[in-house]
């Protein structure tokens, strides 16, 4: 069970980006799912703005505006990489259709293992386990919603150029973005202790609970953090669709 890391920053940076479609209502209650991220057809290309470079070009443009988000060592560390944009934009469509992208921001992954504890004839997950997510959920608590809203707004044409790298022909990048962060804010709270079970042919552990099992690996991968720290990053996610603001409204 590993940090699913910068995938949540991302989130932070694209959390809002249908609020244009849909309005804050949508994103801060459930709706129901549909097949697919969309069945819009596909906008036509368009020139990026004078003031941004070319996606493959964009690396220490982005770096360059992502860098006040968070001071921590880790995620400046994870700036240092190459094509951010496409990154984190196939993270998002990753996300978007329930998948955890592990390889992408494996620099963040917890210290220490994942581990039990048994009480009561039942097998929990140990609270320690939770503990070793608590400095992700304190970097994404610490970041500015309205500054991670003011970066997004300014990056979605590279956004929107990576996306249609990417070969998606029927979903925009606001549209992803948006299943993406709906799909973590959609993540229950925890009832209660967690009860596992050994998974099958004894390998690893799965939720006995099958309303939890059930859940796509990029929830699992939000609700294995812990109560705490999955409420945490949910309201910062829930912050920032706030600050990205309803089109129309008054600031």
Request: glycine letters at 8%.
């Amino acid at each position: 069970m590993k940090n699913p890391g910068l995938l949540i920053v991302a989130v932070l940076l694209a959390a809002g980006a249908a609020i244009g479609l849909y309005g804050a209502r949508s994103l801060l209650k459930p709706a129901p799912a549909a097949p697919g991220i969309s069945s819009l057809p596909p906008e036509a290309p368009a020139a990026l703005p004078p003031d941004l470079p070319p996606l493959e070009k964009s690396d220490e443009f982005v770096r360059r505006r992502a860098a006040a988000l968070s001071s921590d060592a880790a995620f400046q560390e994870w700036l240092k990489k190459e094509s951010l944009i496409p990154r984190l934009t196939a993270a998002m469509n990753m996300i978007a259709n329930g998948k955890f992208p592990r390889d992408l921001f494996a620099a963040f992954a917890p210290r220490g293992k994942f581990s039990v504890v048994r009480k009561d004839g039942k097998i929990l997950v140990d609270p320690a386990s939770y503990a070793r997510y608590d400095g992700v959920a304190a970097m994404v608590g610490r970041v500015d919603a309205v500054a991670a809203a003011r970066v997004f707004t300014d990056l979605m044409p590279l956004f929107d150029a990576a996306q249609r790298g990417l070969g998606e022909k029927t979903a925009s990048a606001h549209e992803a973005f948006f299943a993406a962060a709906r799909e973590l804010v959609d993540v229950p709270p925890l009832d209660g202790e967690a009860v596992l079970t050994a998974g099958k042919k004894g390998i690893g552990w799965v939720y006995a609970d099958e309303s939890l099992e059930s859940l796509s690996p990029a929830q699992k991968q939000l609700l294995r953090m812990g109560p705490k720290n999955q409420a945490a990053v949910q309201a910062k996610l829930r912050a920032v669709v706030l600050a990205l603001g309803v089109p129309g409204s008054k600031p």
